[in-house]
């Protein structure tokens, strides 16, 4: 069964970096794609960024275009979220999550999805 577990989150000062992890078993990576989600406490579900399963393509939401980064190493069976330039308003609960089901930041593609890693950005 497909597993996911984040980490990387923690406390980071206004445009500071932090690079996110989803470590990937239970199934080979090429077979998914892959997004990044926050939820940032009384806000809806945000989609951040995904990736494709042969990653020739991502997406990223307009709020972190430029700032953010999303990559895989299949070698380590992993998904990245760099995230540089942070804002408070980064501050939220990031998921990472696994479709097959198609590429992009719909929630309701994906259907596995990790705990969680708290990314808390300070002014």
């Known amino acids: 069964q497909l597993r996911l577990v984040e980490s990387g989150g923690g406390l980071v000062q206004a445009g500071g970096s932090l690079r996110l992890s989803c470590a990937v078993s239970g199934f080979a990576l090429e077979y998914f794609a892959f997004g990044w989600f926050r939820q940032a406490p009384g806000k809806e579900r945000e989609g951040v960024s995904c990736?494709?399963?042969?990653?020739?393509?991502?997406i990223y939401a307009d709020s972190v275009k430029g700032r953010f980064t999303i990559s895989r190493d299949r070698a380590q069976n992993t998904v990245y979220l760099q995230m540089s330039s942070l804002k408070p308003e980064d501050t939220a609960v990031y998921y990472c999550?696994?479709?097959?089901?198609?590429?992009?930041?719909?929630?309701?593609?994906?259907?596995?999805w990790g705990q969680g890693t708290q990314v808390t950005v300070s002014s």
């Open positions: 990736i494709s399963s042969k990653g020739d393509n991502t």
């Open positions: 999550a696994a479709t097959d089901l198609g590429d992009g930041l719909q929630s309701y593609l994906y259907n596995r």
